[in-house]
């Protein structure tokens, strides 16, 4: 089993930063590929980005491509997400989810999901 707590999240001002992070435990970090989802109040859980066991490999939704970069410390069982540049529709909990098999870009398939934080980004 798989443990998860998201943190860094927050109130920010348009144009403004934050770091996420995503602490595991119960396992072999890096035998887990990562991503970030997010879910905004009405809306369904969205793509963010994700990232290989090595990290050698990420990707990132659209929306978010250029502004965000998603890494990991395997060493320290966690990983991050800097986000520059918000925007007042980055708001939503930010989800980190873990897999034992293939990494995608779709909440399906998942073995394991945090909590959540909050991230709010006021105009």
């Known amino acids: 089993q798989v443990q998860l707590v998201e943190s860094g999240g927050g109130l920010v001002q348009a144009g403004g930063s934050l770091r996420l992070s995503c602490a595991a435990s119960?396992?072999?970090?890096?035998?887990?590929?990562m991503s970030w989802f997010r879910q905004a109040p009405g809306k369904e859980r969205e793509f963010v980005a994700l990232?290989?066991?090595?990290?050698?490999?990420?990707d990132y939704a659209g929306s978010v491509k250029g502004r965000f970069t998603i890494s990991r410390d395997n060493a320290k069982n966690t990983m991050y997400m800097q986000m520059n540049s918000l925007k007042p529709e980055d708001t939503a909990v930010y989800s980190c989810a873990a897999t034992e098999g293939v990494v995608r870009a779709s909440p399906y398939g998942y073995d394991y999901w945090g909590r959540g934080t909050q991230v709010t980004v006021s105009s």
């Open positions: 119960g396992r072999t970090f890096s035998s887990l590929a």
């Open positions: 990232i290989s066991r090595s990290g050698g490999i990420t």
